[in-house]
């Protein structure tokens, strides 16, 4: 834009034109605006042209005390089929039957006599089942000796039933306790064997050529790589190993037992006493799932330091 200004001086009339400065050019470039196509959906939701929709894609929060759910669920459906009259008593006992026969048993000290018995075995063959299935687990997972050694004979034992054992056990061990204990740990060995060794063996090679360059000894590898590599597997053969516990249990406790909730049920049985019978059954469901969800917690604890979609 110019500016025309006149001045009058003593010999005439002079013009003058004044031309404003030009602003200096800014040092910052304009903002560029990206195509639309290029934009993230945290952007454009910010810029309106989306909805601003957040999208979960793990498993979501956790539900408290959702694993109960499904057996509430399944009681409920019992108890309504008992109701309608839909089961024959002779057969199914409905759940308040199941609750008087409980109360008689604890007032008598069956109940009693029966779960401590059936505790102590299962306990005693996990803790057995347990020890030796790591033992093995190590030898043949930080060993090529040790793996030709051991998994091959613990592959052959996993493909033959323990009830397929029996008659053999009976015949070296006897009926008594220790043939019991001894059936319920087979089962417990092969569980934890089979997870752990898994675990072992996967452990990635990057981390055994760190540990050798880093000059560990081998107390100081087994502590700081392979003990926090296995122990995943490890809980989840230990689940597995107490589910085996429980089936043990229940082989061994109705072939010529004289105690136990498996003895009580096969009295039971002769009887045709139904309620007797699903207290057994209850009360087996009940020890697996508080044991089964113990292992969890434990887990939990142990491995805190993993971050996966259960959490």
């Not at 959702?66 to 006992?93: H, I, Q, Y």
């Not at 072992?200 to 081998?218: G, K």
């Not at 392979?226 to 809980?235: C, D, N, R, S, W």
């Not at 209850?282 to 697996?288: E, I, Q």
């Amino acid at each position: 834009m110019n500016l025309d200004l006149t001045t009058r001086t003593g010999g005439g009339t002079a013009t003058v034109t004044a031309v404003p400065e030009k602003a200096p050019p800014s040092s910052a470039p304009p903002a560029a605006t990206p195509p639309a196509d290029a934009r993230t959906p945290d952007t454009a939701a910010a810029a309106g042209l989306v909805p601003a929709i957040q999208r979960r894609l793990g498993r979501g929060k956790s539900i408290p005390f959702g694993r109960l759910l499904g057996p509430l669920l399944l009681v409920l459906a019992w108890w309504g089929a008992s109701a309608a009259g839909w089961l024959d008593p002779r057969k199914l006992s409905s759940p308040a039957s199941v609750v008087t026969s409980a109360q008689e048993l604890w007032v008598s000290g069956r109940l009693q006599e029966s779960v401590q018995a059936s505790l102590s075995r299962a306990l005693l063959g996990l803790l057995i089942g347990v020890a030796v299935g790591v033992v093995l687990a190590l030898a043949s997972g930080l060993s090529r000796v040790g793996d030709a050694v051991v998994d091959g004979t613990l592959q052959v034992k996993r493909s033959i039933p323990n009830l397929a054992l029996l008659p053999l056990l009976i015949l070296w061990l006897g009926i008594g306790e220790t043939m019991k204990v001894v059936v319920i740990a087979l089962g417990v060995t092969v569980g934890i064997y089979i997870n752990t060794h898994a675990a072992l063996v996967s452990i990635d090679a990057r981390y055994v050529e760190l540990a050798e360059a880093q000059r560990l000894s081998r107390w100081l590898f087994l502590r700081k790589v392979v003990l926090p590599a296995a122990l995943p597997g490890f809980f989840t053969g230990l689940r597995l190993a107490v589910t085996a516990a429980w089936l043990g249990l229940i082989v061994v406790e109705q072939i010529n037992a004289t105690s136990g909730i498996g003895y009580m049920m096969f009295q039971a049985q002769q009887y045709a006493q139904s309620g007797i019978i699903l207290v057994g059954l209850v009360l087996y469901g009940t020890f697996g799932f508080a044991s089964d969800a113990l292992v969890r917690l434990v887990e939990g604890r142990v491995l805190s330091w993993r971050r996966t979609i259960t959490a």
